[in-house]
């Protein structure tokens, strides 16, 4: 992993910024992951390096959740560069190594009731990060274990 790290630092010194193609967010949950999201977006949408660009997703859980943990991954090329845990319930903000750009989460208000929910999470990429295919994935687990989520995100520079 660190490998890695030190390959997308080595990168984005030698990157030239260009513009990122058109982002797709999916519903990457299962039939039995418990929130079933109707509405899913990213704006700007393409991202735009230097920027904030805001993923949200809407949608319906079908049990009440008062404790939840949440994974996020980030893939460059389809190599997991880092990934990173922590409380679903409320805010979260992650910075990631190298000054390579932040990511705050914001999951559900424990206790969240059953019914219409809405999660979201806001990053900001610095202008030198490396081109490729980007693969961003946050899922998150109720306090049994149950899958409560999976948003996918999928862009390149």
Known sequence: MKAAVFVVACLAVLAVAAAASNATVSDCGTSSTHTKFKALSVSPNPPVKGKLA?????????????????????????????????????????????????????GFTCPQAAGDVKVSFGMILPTGVPPGNYELKWTATDGSGSSLWCVGVDFSF
């Not at 859980?61 to 996020?72: I, P």
């Not at 090329?77 to 992650?94: F, K, P, R």
């Open 54 to 106: 805001t993923v949200t997703a809407s949608g319906s859980l079908d049990e009440s959740v008062s404790k939840a943990g949440y994974s996020f991954a980030v893939s460059l090329d389809g190599n997991e560069l880092y990934t990173h845990s922590g409380d679903a319930c409320g805010t979260d903000v992650i910075n990631l190594p190298l000054n390579m750009g932040q990511i705050t989460t914001h």
